[in-house]
C-alpha cells in the first residue's frame, strides 16, 4: 500500500469550512480507497455534491487533493486552521515554498492509523 501526502476535508454540513487535515494517506491497491485517520474513504466518481469521496461508514463527503506548493490548499471562501499531522510536518516542508508552519493557517496534531482489516471485512459483507 503506497503512502501519498494529501489535503483532506470534510465537505458534508460544512461547506468550505469544514475540518481539514494534511497527513500521509494510504491507498488501496486499486487507488480507489483512501484510509486516513481512522476512515475509509472511497472515490465517488465525481457523483458527489460537493466532495470527490465519500466514508464508506457514514457517507460524509471529503474533499481529497494533493497539497498545494504555495500551501493555498483551502477553498479561496473557506476558512479555519488545517490540522497537520506533527510526523508529515518535514515532508509537508519540503515540498512547499515555506520554511515554517504559520500558527495562525496550522494545528498540529496526531492522525491515528487506520484499520484496513476492519474497512476490507466491512465492505465484503454478504447481503442478507
Do not use: C
Not at 13 to 28: C, H, K, L, V
Not at 34 to 40: D, E, I, Q
Not at 49 to 64: A, K, L, P, R, T
Not at 69 to 96: C, F, P
Amino acid at each position: 500500500m503506497k503512502s501519498e501526502l494529501r489535503y483532506i476535508e470534510l465537505k458534508s454540513g460544512f461547506g468550505d469550512n469544514g475540518p481539514a487535515w494534511i497527513g500521509m494517506a494510504e491507498f488501496s491497491k486499486t487507488g480507489r480507497t483512501v484510509y486516513f485517520n481512522g476512515k475509509a474513504l472511497k472515490n465517488s466518481n465525481a457523483r458527489g455534491i460537493s466532495g470527490n469521496y465519500y466514508d464508506i461508514e457514514n457517507g460524509d463527503e471529503y474533499w481529497i487533493s494533493g497539497v498545494k506548493k504555495n500551501g493555498t490548499d483551502r477553498h479561496w471562501a473557506g476558512g479555519g486552521k488545517i490540522m497537520i499531522d506533527r510526523k508529515a510536518v518535514e515532508h509537508y516542508l519540503s515540498q512547499v515554498d515555506f520554511k515554517q508552519l504559520d500558527k495562525n493557517r496550522f494545528e498540529l496534531v496526531d492522525i491515528k492509523p487506520t484499520d484496513k482489516q476492519k474497512f476490507a471485512e466491512l465492505e465484503n459483507e454478504k447481503i442478507e
